[in-house]
Nanobody, 119 residues
Framework: EVQLVESGGGSVQAGGSLRLSCAAS????????MGWFRQAPGKEREGVAA???????SYADSVKGRFTISKDNAKNTLYLQMNSLKPEDTAMYYC?????????????WGQGTQVTVSS
């Protein structure tokens, strides 16, 4: 079973930046679809960004132009560069992945990393 471990969360002021990382326990990223999700207290989980095995990306409207998803297949790591952060970006962020044959269903999930943006 693939294990995903997120890192890079923290507390920043509005307008600041963070880069989240998601490391996989085995070589997966070249043939997997992957995504970042977030969940704020009292709210449903929402998709933030996704990347398929060919590197095509998609974003939620709320983060377009501010967040960038990318992956480094050699390092088996998924990234989420977050710029111009807003207080409403505060949430627990999770990465998820699946073998290409199962996409868009995501079957592997990390434990999450907290992002807190203060005004």
């Amino acid at each position: 079973e693939v294990q995903l471990v997120e890192s890079g969360g923290g507390s920043v002021q509005a307008g600041g930046s963070l880069r989240l990382s998601c490391a996989a326990s085995e070589y997966t990223y070249s043939s997997y679809c992957m995504g970042w999700f977030r969940q704020a207290p009292g709210k449903e989980r929402e998709g933030v960004a996704a990347i398929d095995s060919d590197g095509l990306t998609s974003y939620a409207d709320s983060v377009k132009g501010r967040f960038t998803i990318s992956k480094d297949n050699a390092k088996n790591t998924l990234y989420l560069q977050m710029n111009s952060l807003k207080p409403e970006d505060t949430a627990m962020y999770y990465c998820a992945a699946s073998p290409e044959s199962l996409c868009p269903q995501l079957i592997y999930w990390g434990q999450g990393t907290q992002v807190t943006v203060s005004s």
